[in-house]
């Protein structure tokens, strides 16, 4: 309470606009707060971070190319990471069968797992957000049809829904331009398959909104229901999306790697973390395994790290905890 | 020898910034057969002392001082096994919500009977023979059919009854009480509240009633104690304490309390609390932009007309039309309202005052009848842009002070939005300016505008509303229940505040609440609506000494009788 | 409740034929039936005979109804990929993929439950951090990541369980077991395990969730204020209040189990639909895929209907007459 302020308002205003004040009320906020004092979820997001830098910058981090075909020999092939007896030091994390780096493939590999599984939620949210504002604000029929597609596709696990779609696009599309559109293919698919979370979220929280009062205010006021939906309830209804979000990406990423191992996500001219563990795997009967194992070992770390800071930014959100 | 002494006790909360003291030296005493009451506005620490008596805080506040006694054995510091046994057996608690303390997924006996059976040596047919006998002592029809019923099959009041039923069922000595009317209707408050002191002279239990309501007090207890800020400020006999208070704090607390017997100029203000508002800047009204009202066409008659107005709602849909079920929430309403006046319209929840409210707003469109503002028929219009001169002259003030602002948007913006949208202002300068008078003249001075809704309270937040209403300078103020969720203290002032606006911007009113006594202050006519239609018209004192219809002799006498408070401070206007 | 039954049985019924619309679509205008069937030395001629008896020129709807017919009577035409009837065919591996699915499914309800009622009763345990934590990896590792470690220490490194294939089976006649040999079992378990996992934290997480949010509510309070046991309160207050939502959605889970098969059957080459159905998914082979959609989409329409039956029959408020109050 703030009743004794004799400031006069230009005082005031100086001191609460631009970056300064967002950033004021960011560290004063309880979110911060939660963060400072949860070492777990500073270290996910430290590592999450490295990750997501060094997969951007694979380029220029990796000690090799992988795709460079002059840059690998076969007299390379199946070397053991570096800790272990025969390994080499070039090759921190081991070679595969034809020679290549696998700590450079884990880097190139993160970027696509990345690139797809943030694709598939920016589409995801694409859809889903203004199919839920629109489904809980106009309510009626509109609603009905949303929700009835939205219930009967909830029936079915994503993964299934993603393995169709791309089954589908393999069967219409000719093979070269399916390997080229492989990658839409993917991000169309797994995005398809997971509109829903976020259309029934704000779909929810848009429908709270719409019987508050200061939602009733501005339609005495006279303004439309458009510009209401998009100002007014619009902003109040993110919160409960960004945790969503960082859940889904988390499920965008292991959809994406199930399905490349199974041999039907990514084209293998651009390996994903999921196509490495799968030719990695055939190696494992013979003891070769850190082929297989390396990738999947990062793709545990980058999954765990981002639920870790899903989780967190759950429990800092939810305003019953506090 | 009391039967629950409370000693000294203090319950601290710690909290990420710092520690927060909930209440403390409070010494408190209950006997048999007797009623005490705890009264205090918000965060007052009232609940907090019954959540530590039962040994049920919220965590993490404990309780850092002090000791409760139960006939002279101390109970705070007994291990949980001792203190689970003493609760419901030998200390009852009754909390405020009737509609979620019961189970939804089980009977009422098997919640009825698994209470009596934990505590009391009976087996389960015995149990259910004393559970029937317990709800018909309270009021339940049929008990016998009626406990093998789900609670969402009671309506509230009964299910109320059913927690005091709970409350009472392995015969403790003491009751606490938490609230226990507070989320019911007017009618049936009087009747729990029977109830309860019955029950409380019967069985010879010792009762606290934890309310924020000057009007239970003064109703069923014996003695009272006032709190504030976590401390008792006063304590003593009913009668004493609300006719005689020596406190300033209780005496001031009193005088805000609107009086169903009289009409008071204005209600005085409440000291300890808020700053009571910045003084207000004096505005020269007549040359200042809230002035302008004089683009308005000048009228001839009634600014308001309502005719024959009906609103039905589907309640459930359903493909053929015979299985479709409707509400009629309003029928035939039809009344006027003049110019400069203060029109009441008063009703239990339920009764559909709300939604005529709405329907004149236009955020329903009514499903017959007419309504007539400002020369102009607003059901004829046929497009929005038709609507939206009319509505600069119509505003609204509504009830939650929490939900009625656009948390994300800055005071500035809130109350700037209704001038942006007509095009009133020629630049964002002069919009500016306009909102920072706006905010002076309601009193929260011009930083304010910077601020965000969180940053203010409930009172603050409905002035802010207030602002917002007044930024088209319309001429008819709708206010829906404006103070209904406010602590007494607060609505006095905000009640002020609308009071001063009403004479010197010479708005027309109308003001809507479940409250008699305070539509006896604000109101120069009422409407006494029921059940979707409305029952009498006339001029507030002539419904209050004479009034016709039987509803509204029945919601007379369902007033609080709030004679025992002391008259002390108040200036009654004299009735013209 | 009559009506409620029926009006959901009419609603599976518009979903499976919706999902049946969606296979024959796929089916018939995926690739080219007739090129998929015939070798190069068709002529055209013979070509257009073959589309005219197999009634490929019929209207849309005829072909939709004959589609629909078949697929009820089980015949979904032949596999391009292995030249035999598709129904044969999912017959053949429809045991193999629900024992497995079954044991899995009796796994995660048995243990993730019990272990979600315990890690939300002692929130601050040792062991409920653990659980907790095992979790939050459990959700993270993908499923095939979790059968290729499995099969890597306890096939590889300690070579004590099959990775692949069934093992030995047992002819019942229509169904082939393999619960009844010692080879058989031992094959089940590194699957049904790896198959579990994922929705064993998912059920784990989402009752803990769940019976933590009842512990918070009004009528939780009102009990410990009437002294009634702790034991009594957290079992028969606030975990049937709690089985409510959670029925719903493991329900859901439980069908997703299916679905997440077919990762299970590739990692291990378990003969199963789910194996069927990726060969065919790489093998464009457009029967099998239509004839497993329509498969598992009636799997997953049952189930979701009797998820529905129970959610009324759990939660009072869903049947008893509203109208009865009587009485302020």
């Known amino acids: ?322 | 020898m009391a039967l629950l002494d409370i000693k000294n006790l203090r319950v601290d909360f710690p909290t990420r910034r710092g520690v927060f003291t909930a209440v403390e030296h409070v010494t408190l005493a209950v006997n048999p057969g007797e009623i005490l009451g705890c009264v205090g506005e918000s965060g007052a620490g009232k609940s907090t002392i019954g959540n530590a008596v039962i040994g049920l805080l919220e965590p993490p506040g404990r309780m850092s001082e002090g000791e409760i006694d139960l006939k002279d054995k101390r109970i705070d510091n007994l291990p949980y096994e001792a203190i689970r046994k003493i609760r419901g057996r030998r200390i009852g608690m009754i909390f405020q919500d009737p509609l979620t303390s019961l189970n939804p997924l089980q009977t009422i006996e098997r919640q009825l009977v698994e209470t009596i059976v934990t505590h009391l040596p009976m087996n389960e047919t015995e149990a259910r023979k004393k559970a029937v006998g317990l709800l018909e002592r309270v009021g339940i029809p049929e008990p016998d059919i009626r406990i093998g019923q789900y609670p969402h099959q009671f309506s509230g009041g009964m299910r109320q009854r059913v927690v005091i039923a709970l409350a009472l069922c392995a015969d403790p000595e003491v009751i606490i009480a938490d609230e226990p009317t507070t989320a019911l209707d007017v009618s049936i408050q009087a009747q729990i509240l029977d109830l309860m002191r019955e029950l409380c002279r019967e069985r010879q239990v010792g009762m606290i009633i934890i309310t924020h309501d000057m009007g239970v007090i003064a109703d069923i207890t014996d003695r009272v104690a006032v709190m504030y800020h976590g401390k008792v400020v006063e304590e003593g006999p009913t009668k004493k304490i609300l006719g005689n208070p020596d406190h300033p704090y209780t005496q001031s607390l009193i005088s805000a309390v609107p009086r169903p017997d009289i009409r008071l100029k204005r209600f005085p203000l409440v000291e300890y609390i808020e700053s009571a508002g910045k003084a207000r800047k004096e505005l020269d009204i007549a040359n200042h932009w809230l002035g302008k009202v004089r683009e308005f066409e000048a009228m001839e008659g009634p600014l308001l007309r309502l005719q024959d107005l009906h609103m039905r709602f589907v309640t459930r849909n359903a493909i053929l039309p015979r299985d479709r079920r409707y509400l009629d929430a309003v029928k035939d309403v039809s009344f006027e309202i003049q110019q400069g006046e203060v029109f009441g319209l008063v009703g239990e929840s339920g009764s559909g005052k709300s939604t005529v409210a709405r329907m004149i707003a236009g955020l329903y469109k009514p499903t017959g009848g007419k309504v007539f503002f400002a020369g102009g028929e607003l059901t004829a219009l046929k497009k929005e842009r038709e609507r939206d001169r009319y509505r600069r002259q119509m505003q609204m003030i509504f009830q939650d002070p929490y939900s009625s602002l656009n948390p994300r948007m800055r005071v500035l913006d809130i109350v700037a939005e209704p001038i942006r949208f007509h095009n009133l202002a020629s630049d964002r300068k002069e919009t500016e300016s306009i909102v920072l008078d706006l905010l002076e003249h309601v009193g929260l001075g011009a930083a304010a505008a910077v601020k965000y809704p969180h940053e203010f309270s409930g009172g603050q937040r409905q002035r802010i509303s207030i602002a917002r209403a007044l930024a088209t300078r319309p001429r008819f103020l709708i206010c829906d229940e404006p103070t209904s969720a406010l602590d007494v203290s607060i609505q006095a002032q905000i009640l002020n505040l609308l009071k001063d606006l009403q004479e010197e911007l010479g708005l027309t009113m109308l003001f809507i609440s479940h409250d008699l006594p305070v539509i006896r202050q604000m109101c120069d006519r009422v409407g006494v609506m029921r059940n979707g239609k409305l029952c009498e018209v006339a001029a507030t004192e002539d419904l209050f000494e004479n009034p016709q219809h039987d509803y509204s002799k029945h919601l007379l006498d369902l007033m609080p009788k709030l004679d025992v408070l002391s008259h002390e401070g108040l200036e009654v206007e004299e009735t013209n | 409740m009559v009506s409620f039954v029926v009006g959901r049985f009419a609603q599976s019924i518009i979903v499976m034929l919706t999902v049946g619309l969606i296979a024959f679509a796929m089916f018939r205008f995926v690739g080219d039936p007739i090129n998929n069937m015939v070798g190069q030395d068709t002529t055209v001629e013979q070509r257009e005979e073959l589309r005219e008896s197999l009634g490929l020129n019929d209207p849309f709807y005829v072909q939709y109804f004959r589609f629909a017919w078949n697929a009820v009577q089980g015949e979904f035409g032949q596999s391009y990929f292995h030249r035999r009837p598709v129904s044969e065919l999912l017959v053949e591996r429809l045991p193999a993929t629900l024992e497995l699915s079954m044991i899995a499914a009796v796994l995660a309800l048995a243990l993730g439950v019990p272990a979600g009622v315990y890690t939300a009763l002692n929130r601050n345990g040792i062991i409920s951090n653990l659980i907790m934590s095992g979790s939050l990896l459990g959700v993270s590792i993908p499923t095939f990541l979790i059968g290729i470690i499995l099969i890597l220490i306890f096939g590889v490194v300690w070579r004590v369980l099959p990775t692949f294939g069934r093992g030995d089976v047992v002819d019942l006649g229509w169904w082939t077991t393999g619960f009844l040999t010692a080879s058989g079992l031992k094959s089940l378990v590194l699957p049904s395990i790896t198959l579990a996992l994922f929705q064993l934290t998912l059920i784990m997480r989402l009752v803990r969730a769940e019976m933590l949010e009842v512990l918070r509510t009004d009528f939780i309070k009102f009990a410990r204020a009437r002294g009634i046991l702790t034991r009594s309160i957290h079992f028969s207050h606030a975990l049937k209040n709690s089985l409510v939502p959670v029925i719903t959605i493991t329900g859901l889970q439980l069908g997703s189990i299916i679905a997440f098969a077919i990762i299970t059957e590739t990692v291990f080459q378990w003969p199963g639909m789910g194996l069927l159905f990726i060969q065919a998914v790489l093998e464009v082979d457009i029967p099998v895929m239509a004839a497993y959609l329509v498969v598992i989409g009636f799997v997953f329409v049952f189930i979701n209907f009797v998820v529905d039956i129970l959610y009324f029959v759990v939660d009072p408020r869903l049947r008893a007459d509203r109208a009865g109050s009587g009485g302020h």
Request: glycine share 8%.
């Open chain 1, 1 to 322: 309470m703030s009743s004794n302020t004799e400031q006069t308002y230009e005082a005031a205003a100086k001191e609460r606009t631009g970056v300064s004040d967002v950033l004021r009320r960011f560290f004063d906020s309880d979110l911060w707060f939660s963060f400072r004092h949860s070492p777990v979820a500073i270290v996910s997001m430290a590592v999450s971070i490295v990750i997501v830098f060094s997969a951007v910058f694979a380029h220029w981090l990796a000690p090799t190319n992988p795709f460079d075909l002059t840059q690998f020999d076969l007299l390379d092939s199946e070397i053991p990471p570096v800790w272990m007896a025969d390994g080499d030091s070039r090759f921190l994390l081991g070679t595969d069968d034809q020679g290549r780096d696998i700590f450079s493939t884990i880097l190139y590999g993160s970027r696509i797992s990345l690139l797809v599984g943030f694709a598939s939620v920016v589409f995801a949210m694409a859809i889903g957000i203004p199919l839920g504002l629109i489904s809980g604000y106009y309510g009626g029929h509109v609603d009905s049809v949303i929700m009835r597609i939205a219930d009967i596709q909830l029936s079915f696990p994503a993964i299934l829904i993603a393995f169709l779609i791309d089954g589908v696009a393999r069967g219409i599309l000719p093979r070269d331009v399916h390997d080229e559109m492989a990658l839409y293919v993917l991000v169309f698919a797994i995005g398809i398959s997971g509109w829903v979370q976020y259309a029934r979220t704000v779909r929810g929280s848009t429908m709270v909104e719409k019987n508050k009062e200061y939602v009733q205010a501005a339609r005495v006021i006279g303004i439309r229901r458009g510009p209401i939906l998009v100002r007014h309830i619009l902003p109040n209804v993110l919160g409960p999306v960004l945790v969503i979000a960082t859940i889904h990406l988390a499920l965008a990423i292991i959809t994406e790697a199930t399905l490349s191992f199974l041999g039907v996500g990514v084209p293998v001219t651009s390996p994903s973390l999921g196509t490495l563990i799968r030719v990695g795997y055939d190696y494992l009967f013979s003891g070769v395994w850190w082929i297989t194992i390396m990738p999947g070992v990062a793709l545990i770390i980058l999954v765990l790290a981002i639920n870790l800071v899903g989780d967190w930014l759950r429990d800092a959100l939810n305003p019953k905890l506090r």
